[in-house]
């Protein structure tokens, strides 16, 4: 099982949250099976940096593997490739 993160503390006005923005992995089968440890290791990541809460950008199938732990979908990126010129 090999999966990685990369997260970042982004400042609001008014909180602080844990930003995760990129996760993926090489058997998304295996480490979904984790994936209960993996919140609790960015919760408590999140609360040892005083964040507020916990962000992640992906894909809207994130919502379907989060939801259990209270993870709500705030809003959607969509992007458009011009391609190469």
């Known amino acids: 099982m090999l999966l990685a993160a990369t997260t970042e503390i982004a400042f609001y006005p008014l909180r602080k949250n844990l930003s995760v923005t990129f996760m993926g992995g090489d058997d ?8 209960d ?7 408590d990541f999140a609360r040892a940096n005083e964040c507020d809460g916990i962000e992640l950008t992906g894909r809207d199938g994130w919502l379907k593997v989060l939801a259990k732990f209270g993870f709500e979908k705030v809003f959607t990126v969509v992007e458009k490739d011009l391609g190469s010129k």
């Open 28 to 35: 998304s089968g295996l480490w979904y099976d984790y994936r």
């Open 37 to 43: 440890l993996i919140v609790e290791v960015f919760e």
